[in-house]
């Protein structure tokens, strides 16, 4: 019979729980360790007494266990990676009168060489699901949508009405814009919301492909056509969007050759595969972008005008990211969402003098760039929160150049302010006494208050 000494059930307690088959772990309300079990800590090369007082996010990689416990949901069977290897994670948050103030949470396969024959498997399943779901977006590609074109500006919001209106049509869309800016998702959105949505979205960037494969790519070959061409021929990619969309990425750079068979393609409606004597008539809506100036070509002649006019029946212009700076939080926040969950890491706080950094950096690289620093960010932070010590010294340095780059007259209204706003508390705010202290009229000052908001 067990003795009823309370020290003695509480070790006995202990004993069980360090046997047990799942590695376990308590937390409290902050999401600091109070408890995490013996066999838990040998595998991640803890010590049992120095973990307590930790918080979770330093001890355990991909964690979300303070997060269980902030948004008090029960997560079951949640795959997290740990060490090199996934593992089964469950997180069940602990209530006390209607409040969280704690989780618990458990991670089985304590055996770690029956679960890498597990493992092996679900990865065998992983890549597998990855082929399928590769093959199925060239076949079918479109995978954005226009709510992945994210901004709050006027400008935005033009832009997704205007691609709304075009959508329904066959007419050719020409969309412009810098690099980075977004051009690929507005084509994939347009095709989403076309009545072409349920065929195929193709897409080619004509400055990737060597000038000699250029007619083959676009158009297809048949069997016999040259020395190695497939048995059978290949269709091209306007067989392969027929009933759909062929997005032409960075249209300005096609060869001029292509130039002119692309437009008969787009006047005759039809292709002639290499090697074939026969045309196939193809159904296509083309969507092109570029971010080079067509209508400088055009003079140049590198670019033929008729071919200009015959994709660019309609058109959307995506303005840089240093033209609509309201956009640059919400894109961060998207894509700080959107990489913790690929992760495993959390974010919760971005420190001020971030933000301050990313408004005045004027994005060369746009929203591409901007993703690029977020993801650099978050892979190198030892913590929840995002500072600019996160970032790689070059990015740091692109940053701390373009922040602290001020001219005289910023220098002027910010001293202007700060002595407004002392004299201010020094005299109780006593508007007359402070224009009088200051030599300026009262209309005067108050406009002043009013411009720099104090």
């Not at 007259?409 to 200051?438: R, W």
């Amino acid at each position: 019979m067990l003795n009823n000494d309370p020290l003695l059930k509480h070790n006995i307690l202990e004993t069980i729980i360090d046997s047990a088959y799942e590695w376990i772990v308590v937390v409290d309300h902050e999401g600091i360790v109070q408890y995490m079990n013996k066999t838990y800590c040998e595998f991640l090369g803890e010590n049992p007494e120095e973990v307590i007082g930790k918080h979770v996010t330093n001890v355990i990689e991909n964690t979300r266990m303070h997060k269980a416990v902030l948004q008090g949901k029960v997560e079951i069977a949640d795959l997290q990676f740990i060490r090199g290897n996934y593992m089964i994670a469950n997180r069940v948050p602990i209530f006390h009168e209607g409040k969280v103030i704690g989780a618990v949470g458990t991670v089985i396969f304590r055996d770690t060489e029956q679960w890498k024959k597990m493992n092996s498997h679900i990865k065998a399943l992983l890549h597998e699901l990855d082929f399928y779901k590769k093959e199925w977006h060239e076949i079918n590609g479109a995978t954005y949508t226009l709510n992945d074109f994210i901004g709050i500006s006027n400008e935005v919001d033009s832009i997704k009405e205007r691609v709304k209106t075009i959508a329904s049509g066959d007419l050719s869309v020409l969309i412009r814009g810098e690099s980075g800016t977004g051009k690929e998702l507005l084509a994939h959105s347009i095709h989403q919301l076309s009545e072409r949505s349920a065929k195929p979205f193709i897409k080619i960037n004509c400055g990737a492909v060597p000038e000699h494969l250029f007619e083959s790519e676009l158009f297809g070959y048949s069997e016999g056509a040259f020395t190695g061409a497939k048995r059978g021929g290949k269709p091209g990619k306007f067989q392969m969007a027929d009933g759909g969309t062929l997005f032409l990425d960075e249209i300005g750079d096609l060869p001029q050759n292509m130039q002119i068979k692309l437009l008969r393609v787009l006047q005759e409606k039809e292709v002639e595969p290499v090697g074939s004597l026969n045309s196939q008539k193809v159904n296509v809506r083309v969507i092109a972008a570029t971010n080079r100036p067509l209508e400088q070509l055009i003079d140049n002649n590198k670019f033929r005008e008729d071919l200009f006019y015959r994709i660019n029946v309609l058109q959307i212009q995506i303005p840089p990211l240093r033209e609509r700076k309201e956009d640059i939080w919400p894109l961060a926040e998207s894509f700080i969402q959107s990489i913790c969950k690929e992760t495993g890491k959390r974010i919760i706080k971005i420190d001020d003098d971030v933000k301050e950094a990313f408004l005045q950096y004027t994005w060369p690289g746009n929203t591409r760039e901007l993703k690029n620093f977020v993801e650099a960010a978050i892979q190198l932070t030892q913590s929840d929160q995002i500072s600019l010590n996160a970032f790689p010294d070059f990015l740091r340095d692109k940053l701390g150049v373009q922040g602290t780059k001020k001219s005289l007259k910023d220098y002027v209204h910010e001293t202007e302010k700060k002595v407004i706003s002392s004299y201010l508390k020094k005299m109780d705010g006593d508007i007359k006494a402070v224009a009088n202290a200051l030599g300026i009229g009262k209309t005067n000052l108050y406009d002043k208050i009013k411009k720099y908001k104090i």
